[in-house]
């Protein structure tokens, strides 16, 4: 079964700095997906950054990036210029898209910008 | 844009009691989630479906159910609430595919008095 694993229950990060939160997963499939969510106090969860198994460029969208290595099935979300907009509960999935089609979550990572 | 409305924001009711969730998605999407939400547990999917009718089990099944009659519509079932069920809810629907991503709902805190 997939499992996804993130060991960072908080972080805090002082607002313009740059953030790394890690992930790790556990998968035997070869094609997948890997996403990045936020969940910020309003509850309603927004897609940060997807990426794509096959994909060996890591995705980037403006101020996030993602650092992905398949063979250490390892995803870290890493923010740039930090802003107090981004203080929310930061997830991480896995999708396999197949036959199990399960969408699962990590446990999240709560990050506070400090001004 | 894609919109997933859940029919409740806040929700309180007493032990023993049938509980019905309420999703409804306007994307045509096949795949349809449900999630509960709990402190340090993160996201833990109960039940998820892939088409009309057809439904599978998530990792904590156990006390719900749930159907699926029409396509755009996904409920979630509490057949006896429990205290233990005190949680927030959360519906997601997406796409197969490619550039795929999951559309949330902006959760039902239930309470189980």
């Known amino acids: 079964a997939q499992t996804v694993t993130q060991s960072q229950p908080e972080m805090s990060v002082q607002e313009a700095e740059t953030v790394t939160l890690s992930c790790t997963y556990d998968t035997s499939e070869n094609n997948y997906y890997l996403f990045w969510y936020k969940q910020p106090p309003s509850r309603q969860m927004i897609l940060v950054i997807r990426?794509?198994?096959?994909?060996?460029q890591n995705a980037t969208e403006n101020r996030f990036s993602v650092n992905f290595q398949k063979a250490a099935k390892s995803f870290s979300l890493k923010i740039s210029d930090s802003q107090l907009g981004d203080t929310a509960m930061y997830f991480c999935?896995?999708?396999?898209?197949?036959?199990?089609?399960?969408?699962?979550f990590g446990t999240g990572t709560l990050l506070a910008v400090q001004p | 844009d894609v919109k997933v409305t859940q029919s409740s924001r806040y929700l309180v009711k007493r032990t023993g009691e049938k509980v019905f969730l309420e999703c409804v998605q306007d994307?045509?999407?096949?795949?349809m989630f449900w999630y509960r939400q709990d402190p340090g547990l993160g996201l833990r999917l109960i039940y998820f479906?892939?088409?009309?009718?057809?439904?599978e089990k998530g990792d904590i099944p156990e006390g719900y159910s749930v159907s699926r009659e029409k396509k755009e519509r996904f409920s979630l079932i509490l057949e006896s609430a429990s205290t233990n069920q005190t949680s927030m809810y959360l519906c997601?629907?997406?796409?197969?595919?490619?550039?795929?991503?999951?559309?949330f709902g902006q959760g039902t805190r239930l309470t189980v008095v």
């Open positions: 997601a629907s997406s796409t197969t595919g490619r550039n795929t991503e999951a559309f």
């Open positions: 479906s892939y088409d009309v009718k057809m439904k």
């Open positions: 990426q794509e198994a096959y994909k060996q």
């Open positions: 994307m045509d999407h096949e795949n």
């Open positions: 999935a896995f999708w396999s898209g197949g036959a199990t089609n399960k969408l699962i």
